[in-house]
């Protein structure tokens, strides 16, 4: 029996896993990712085809058919039957803007793909932080059960000599109650987010090994310095590098591409003959010129995008590392000031406590000793997950 148990307990220890470890698995599992790996190969391909020339075109002629006798292709010399091909070749340079305007879109999938990998990082973070949470929450109420259960069973042992007693012992009773419904309540919320997890990671039982715990926050200027690391805003640089290859590749469509068509003629009766012809389009309504200009604006929009996002990334960073300190600062506080003054409190009144004269106020202390545990524990995991979110702000995984 003591060997299944060992057996069960390392299991469960090798199902622990760490959140850095928990990212590093699902980054290279999640079905989210490899959709965009797909989409990243697709681009390979059309970036080999951006080097191409157009397909030339056959075109197969019989010419003068005779009603009469259709058949008869010896009547006179205008009858004949002809392979035509014909080849349209890009203008200087074209191929190049091409398929550097591929290659921009491409980039603009990379930094997607980044952007999902910071988001899924960001969430196993979260989760698991939120796990963690409750968790300790749940720590809490069975630790204050049993404190409660101990009030209760005081309480009995003076009912017979204090009327006020009894009243007192119901009042713990319901106190009781409540912790029950708060535990089942926070059990509930574990499973969901318990699930939560295991989609994010692929991987069912997972434990997080991270410790429930705070440092000293990092200051603004660090995450500020990172800024240019987020992979949106490399987005929307990326977009507009893609813009501006438009405009050029765009720019060049006003020069029309030449073609050559070259024909074998076959005639029965008379000598074959072949021919060639040049042509090009005449770009006389200046449809290339309005595209070129209508390219220009779309890169001085994505430009404008691109500084406004920056703008907007900076704005978000400072509103969440307020928010980040303020819950640093709440914790410091009631770890460092409620709960001692309490604590104090408690010893104030341990001998009347003890003597049962009492024991009201022990049930009120008590509460009010939960309900800022648990505030505590708010103020950290609040703490935790901002900081999950900073961390993606500034394009981190880990």
């Known amino acids: 029996m003591r060997v299944f148990l060992l057996t069960l307990v390392s299991a469960g220890l090798l199902q622990a896993q760490s959140i850095n470890q928990l990212i590093d698995y699902s980054l290279k599992k999640h079905p989210s990712l490899l959709t965009i790996q ?59 803007a091409k398929e550097h305007f591929t290659r921009a879109q491409k980039n603009v999938i990379l930094d997607s793909y980044d952007i999902a990998k910071v988001k899924l990082a960001e969430e196993i973070r979260s989760t698991s932080y939120t796990i963690l949470e409750i968790k300790e929450r749940i720590h809490i109420v069975r630790q204050y059960e049993k404190l409660t259960k101990q009030n209760i069973s005081l309480y009995d042992a003076y009912t017979a000599t204090d009327k006020m007693s009894h009243s007192n012992s119901m009042a713990a009773e319901l106190m009781l109650s409540r912790l029950h419904i708060r535990k089942e309540r926070y059990k509930a919320v574990l499973k969901g987010q318990e699930a939560k997890l295991a989609y994010l990671v692929q991987k069912k039982n997972t434990v997080v090994s991270d410790r429930f715990r705070i440092n000293k926050p990092r200051s603004l200027g660090y995450y500020l310095s990172h800024l240019g690391n987020n992979p949106a805003y490399h987005r929307t640089v990326s977009q507009t590098r893609v813009a501006n290859a438009n405009r050029e590749m765009q720019a060049l469509e006003v020069n029309p591409d030449p073609f050559v068509q070259v024909g074998y003629f076959n005639r029965q009766e008379h000598p074959d003959y072949a021919s060639i012809s040049v042509g090009f389009s005449l770009p006389v309504y200046g449809s290339e010129k309005l595209e070129t200009e ?6 001085l929009a994505a430009q404008s995008a691109s500084l406004d996002y920056r703008d907007a990334l900076e704005s978000e960073i400072r509103i969440n590392y307020a928010k980040m300190k303020e819950a640093y600062s709440i914790y410091g506080i009631i770890q460092n000031d409620s709960l001692p003054k309490l604590q104090h409190m408690f010893e104030l009144n341990e001998a009347s406590i003890e003597s049962g004269e009492d024991l009201f106020t022990y049930t009120s202390l008590l509460e009010q000793k939960l309900d800022l545990v648990e505030e505590r524990t708010v103020a950290k995991a609040e703490y935790l997950r901002i900081k999950a979110k900073l961390k993606s702000l500034i394009g981190e995984t880990k």
Do not use: C
């Not at 990243?40 to 191409?52: F, P």
């Open 38 to 96: 797909h989409r990243l190969s697709a681009m390979d391909d059309r970036i080999t085809k951006s080097r191409n020339w157009s397909n030339p075109e056959l075109v197969l002629n019989i010419n003068d058919i005779q009603f009469d006798d259709p058949t008869d292709r010896t009547l006179e010399p205008m009858q004949y039957q002809a392979i035509n091909v014909r080849q349209r070749f890009p203008w200087f340079g074209k191929i190049d």
């Open 294 to 299: 209508a390219a220009r604006k779309d890169a």
